[in-house]
């Protein structure tokens, strides 16, 4: 039986958002295939964040098309959008400081079935076993990104939106989370990942979406990144 790989789970048309009066994003156009991670480049104020919050309805107004497995949700509110299947760890984290890893773990709502247990999660991120009892305020950066990763998948969310998860912190825990995507794009799990940190999401992604300005400049495959590297360096430098 067919697990849907390779089927379009996102389509993106013509999108554009608001924050009041600001015009942020200008007709982006994307798709994301089921299975696959796929990045968001750019500098910052390029409208990456941004796209992530249009696609959950997380802007002030937005115009165009967001296709969901086939469904429209571009006028969807934001509960019924996450609903199908879509999780979101902004780059603020949102850890409830005063609760334990565990308790963390456990608030999240299941929006469908699938989600990980809470063993399952221990052995994605050993590292939360070990400070299971520990309260927020005492976790490190790393700790807290891992946690934020680790709360969507409690949800049963397979479309994972993840906005620089790799800001600020330690190499080595950086490649902890890259293990961990690697082991979610194994299992199914489709990642759109907004990244400063080229060198952390180029062996990860299937596909590049640069953005510059509220567009998008380029797409550029993984078998083409080589040959591309020239003009994505000419998008990312300041």
Avoid: W
């Avoid at 902890?176 to 759109?192: E, M, P």
């Amino acid at each position: 039986m067919s697990d849907g790989r390779g089927e379009e789970l996102l389509r993106i048309s013509d999108l554009h958002a608001f924050y009041g009066d600001s015009h942020i994003l200008h007709g982006i156009d994307m798709t994301v295939r089921r299975g696959e991670v796929v990045t968001l480049l750019g500098r910052n104020g390029s409208g990456r964040t941004t796209t992530l919050k249009s696609i959950l309805g997380l802007v002030g107004k937005r115009t165009g098309s967001i296709m969901v497995n086939g469904r429209e949700v571009v006028r969807e509110a934001t509960h019924k959008i996450a609903r199908l299947g879509i999780g979101y760890c902004p780059e603020e984290r949102g850890i409830f400081s005063s609760l334990t890893v565990e308790e963390n773990l456990l608030l999240p709502p299941r929006i469908r079935s699938g989600g990980m247990s809470v063993d399952e999660i221990y052995q994605l991120f050993p590292n939360l076993l070990e400070r299971r009892k520990s309260v927020g305020t005492r976790l490190s950066g790393g700790e807290q990104q891992m946690l934020a990763l680790a709360r969507i998948l409690r949800t049963g969310a397979n479309l994972l939106l993840l906005d620089e998860i790799t800001e600020g912190l330690a190499p080595v825990i950086v490649q902890g989370l890259g293990t961990a995507i690697r082991l979610l794009k194994d299992n199914g799990y489709t990642i759109v990942l907004v990244e400063q940190n080229f060198r952390f999401a180029a062996p990860l992604a299937d596909r590049h979406y640069v953005m510059d300005h509220g567009h998008v400049a380029e797409m550029i495959e993984a078998a083409d990144l080589e040959a591309n590297m020239e003009k994505i360096n000419s998008y990312l430098s300041v």
